[in-house]
């Protein structure tokens, strides 16, 4: 299984509203990514946990809490969002995230629209 | 400053043919360079990953070159399918393994019948 899920595929949240996008991957992979990409942009990284411990935070707003509940689970908490964060938010995963180049899976990302 | 450019920023060709897209980048220290396929509203999806010693290698119909005297890469695709209209997005290493990631802006491939 190289697959990495994630749900829901569309949101559509107000700016009070407080929502949670999920991803999963069961390839017994230690690192997990949060990126962020705007329409015809590439993608941005947000967070970084390695071996379930938030290595990386590229300065991203509090209203962005990222949770890694174990190895196979990541999760992005959003609340009190701003129209300016509808992005599409991509999840990816790899071996390790700091040793070797090992290759990077991407889920199909979650559509967000704050309204 | 880290960067990675890429050319064109746009293409388009006939089915069956080939096309070459570039990649320049200035990233320091170099550690890897890969190319991700992404068709639009989906994620990324890994084509090729190459290290400093690496100077060629495929996927299928996808080629990928890397000159890192020049810190150049290509991506050849031979044969071109309606499939592989995407984007393709140039990502350098910078550092050790995977993080940080530097992306191209992507060059956008349209295969037209």
């Known amino acids: 299984d190289t697959e990495v899920t994630q749900t829901p595929k569309h949101l559509v949240m107000g700016m009070t509203n407080k929502k949670s996008l999920k991803c999963e991957q069961h390839m017994g992979h230690r690192a997990m990514y949060w990126y962020k990409q705007k329409a015809k942009k590439p993608p941005e990284l947000m967070f970084v946990?390695?071996?379930?411990?938030?290595?990386i935070n590229e300065s991203v707003p509090s209203r962005f809490s990222p949770e890694c509940p174990n190895s196979s689970l990541l999760n992005l908490h959003l609340h009190a969002l701003q129209p300016e964060d509808s992005a599409l938010y991509l999840c990816?995963?790899?071996?390790?995230?700091?040793?070797?180049?090992?290759?990077?899976?991407f889920g199909p990302g979650t559509r967000l629209t704050v309204t | 400053k880290n960067q990675v450019e890429q050319s064109p920023q746009s293409l388009i060709i006939l089915e069956g043919k080939n096309c070459t897209l570039q990649?320049?980048?200035?990233?320091?220290?170099?550690?890897?360079l890969r190319w991700y396929k992404q068709d639009t509203g989906r994620g990324p999806v890994s084509l090729t990953i190459?290290?400093?010693?690496?100077n060629t290698k495929s996927n299928g119909r996808y080629t990928a070159t890397l000159d890192a005297d020049t810190k150049q890469s290509s991506l050849h695709i031979t044969a071109s399918q309606l499939s592989d209209s995407a984007s393709y997005i140039c990502v350098v290493s910078a550092g050790s393994g995977n993080t940080p990631l530097v992306f191209g802006k992507g060059t956008r491939l349209s295969v037209i019948a």
């Open positions: 990816a995963s790899s071996q390790d995230a700091l040793r070797l180049p090992y290759e990077q899976y």
């Open positions: 990649c320049n980048y200035t990233v320091s220290p170099f550690s890897n």
């Open positions: 190459m290290t400093f010693s690496e």
């Open positions: 946990y390695s071996y379930e411990k938030l290595s």
